[in-house]
Structure formats: structure tokens, C-alpha cells
């Protein structure tokens, strides 16, 4: 008989909503300064197209992360990885290098590959248990060669890069309902407070 899923307490999905746009004002915080992102047509990062991370299904995965014994989450949480993996970036950041001439369909564009590396790098700078917590930038560069051949050079391009920027103050995104613009262009920060605005209220009327 197969068990209907888990749902997440309120806390739990305000704990995941909340981390999820930090991590959208971080990244896109990071994709503007440095210029990249124009050939991702799913923006703002993680908010926008099929398995956004403010999807039901995406939700009610992923907000189970921290609950426990996890051996009995683990399985929700998976899924819902999985169905966030099919964004753009994701799929574009699992590409093989482009410049590889051995490859018969490179598809990846080097945007592409730095965009993912911002993205990789500014989850390991986040409080994300999964991942083993929240990660200083040399430690990252440890992790960094640890990656597949393919994903190491655009890390380690992209890491010094990030380090010498003014990093994004998201420690003061703390309540959904009052975000602070920490440095985004007035079309991307509205667009994040819209669409949480907007999940907000879908999950407030949710019957």
C-alpha cells in the first residue's frame, strides 16, 4: 500500500522558504556582480520554470530535511532534489565542459558553467545540514578538487572571484513577509518578493 507523503510543519516550510530565498538573493546577488547569468532563462535563480524550488512537490521534499530519524526522510527529500535538478542550471552545470573537442554535443556555454559554479559555491557558504554546514571559501577550494574533472576549473576560477567581492548581508533576509533589498537591481529583487508573495499566500490557502 503505498503511504501518502510527509507534511512539513509550518516552522519546517518557513525554515525552507526563508533559506531558499536567501540563497536566490545570494546567488543572484553574486550572478550580477560578476556579470553572468544572461544565458539562464529560468530567473530569478531557483524561483522560475519546471521543479522551482517554490513548487508543491519541491516543498514538501526538500522542507523535511532536518527532520528526523532521516533515514525515514531521506527518500522524500531525494525526490524532490531530483525534480529541482531539472532546472536549467542544473542540468547545464552536469554538462561536460564545453572545450573538451572529444565531446560530440557540448551544450553547456562557459556563462553556463560559471553561473553553476556561483551556485555550487553559494550553497557550501550556506547552512545547509546535507552538505555538511556552512563552508569558509579555502574550504570550498578543498572541496572544489574534489569535483569531477569537468566542474574543478570553473570552481576554481570562479571561487577567488567571489572572495573578493563584498559578500551579500542575507543574514538580514529573516522574515518572509519584510525582505530587504541587500544589493539586487530593483527588477530581480521584485520579482523574488513577488513570486514569495505569491507562494506565501498559495501555501496560507492550501486546504
Not at 10 to 27: D, I, M, P, S
Not at 97 to 107: G, M, S, V
Not at 132 to 160: D, F, M, S, T, V
Request: net charge neutral.
Amino acid at each position: 500500500m503505498k503511504r501518502n507523503p510527509p507534511i512539513p510543519t509550518e516552522a519546517e516550510k518557513q525554515n525552507f522558504l526563508l533559506g531558499t530565498v536567501r540563497h536566490v538573493f545570494r546567488v543572484e546577488y553574486f550572478l550580477s556582480a560578476l556579470g553572468l547569468g544572461a544565458s539562464d532563462p529560468q530567473r530569478p535563480h531557483d524561483l522560475v520554470g519546471p521543479g522551482n524550488k517554490f513548487e508543491l512537490e519541491v516543498i514538501w521534499g526538500l522542507a523535511m530535511q532536518y527532520r528526523q530519524p532521516k533515514n525515514i526522510y531521506a527518500g522524500y527529500l531525494s525526490n524532490s532534489l531530483a525534480r529541482h535538478r531539472q532546472q536549467y542550471h542544473h542540468q547545464k552545470w552536469n554538462d561536460p565542459d564545453p572545450k573538451d573537442i572529444n565531446l560530440a554535443k557540448p551544450e553547456a556555454t562557459e556563462d553556463d558553467l560559471l553561473g553553476g559554479a556561483v551556485d555550487a559555491v553559494c550553497s557550501l557558504l550556506e547552512q545547509r545540514q546535507y552538505q555538511g554546514g556552512i563552508h569558509k571559501y579555502e574550504q570550498i577550494r578543498q572541496i572544489a578538487l574534489k569535483n569531477p574533472p569537468h566542474k574543478q576549473p570553473w570552481l576554481l576560477k570562479i571561487i577567488p572571484e567571489m572572495e573578493k567581492i563584498s559578500q551579500p548581508q542575507t543574514d538580514l533576509i529573516s522574515d518572509l513577509e519584510n525582505l530587504p533589498n541587500i544589493g539586487l537591481t530593483r527588477e530581480v529583487y521584485e520579482k523574488i518578493v513577488g513570486l514569495t508573495n505569491s507562494t506565501l499566500f498559495f501555501l496560507n490557502n492550501l486546504k
